[in-house]
């Protein structure tokens, strides 16, 4: 498997979660599937059910972190060139089509989160943004059309 690139702020949160879900979360669920037990026959017990559920869906979560984060290396700015468009890479843009502007930082699909402007290096846009520098125009076609933006400014 290859390395999965991930910023300072990235790993931290990756980090965080799997902590809180070995922590917290998997001792609440054994808990309560422990109690769903009790209630006796198992194949029409919703409650166990649900709780056995959960549990599988939190250990896979689990198993999916650690293995993201065995394989993490942290993107340290010094070794990116700040004059193209690389993952780390915050990037103001130009909408020509709608005469907007917005901002994005590239980051792995793992730290990908559109609410908070970081989009990953494998979505339309990414894939089209890198290696791009200042002044450059991009054409991208994603599945809701085509968009064309003008690179602004690019930082770290």
Same mark, same amino acid.
């Given at each position: ?8 702020? #990235?790993?931290? *949160?990756?980090? !965080? $979660? ?10 609440? =669920?054994?808990? /309560? @599937? *422990? ?5 006796? !026959?198992?194949?029409? +017990? /919703? $409650?166990?059910?649900?709780? *056995? ?18 394989? /993490?290396?942290?993107?340290? +700015?010094? +070794?990116?060139?700040?004059?193209? =468009? ?13 005469? #907007?502007?917005?901002?994005?930082? @590239? =980051?792995? %699909? $793992? $730290?990908? !989160? ?9 979505? %339309?846009?990414?894939?089209? @943004? @890198?290696?791009?520098?200042? #002044?450059?125009? =991009?054409?991208?076609?994603? %599945?809701?059309? +085509? ?10």
């Amino acid at each position: 498997m290859s390395d999965v690139y991930l910023t300072r702020d #990235g790993m931290q *949160k990756l980090q !965080d $979660e799997l902590r809180a879900l070995k922590s917290d979360e998997r001792p609440t =669920v054994r808990s /309560a @599937l *422990k109690r769903a037990r009790e209630f006796g !026959d198992l194949s029409e +017990n /919703a $409650e166990y059910s649900a709780a *056995k559920e959960r549990l599988m869906f939190l250990e896979q979560r689990i198993m999916r972190l650690e293995e993201t984060l065995s394989r /993490a290396r942290l993107i340290e +700015n010094e +070794n990116i060139p700040d004059d193209k =468009v690389y993952i780390g890479a915050t990037v103001e843009l130009k909408d020509l089509l709608k005469k #907007g502007e917005l901002t994005y930082t @590239l =980051v792995s %699909p $793992e $730290e990908a !989160d559109f609410e908070e402007g970081k989009i990953s290096t494998v979505s %339309p846009i990414g894939r089209a @943004l @890198l290696g791009k520098e200042e #002044g450059d125009e =991009v054409d991208i076609e994603v %599945p809701a059309g +085509n968009l064309r933006y003008k690179i602004l400014k690019i930082s770290r």
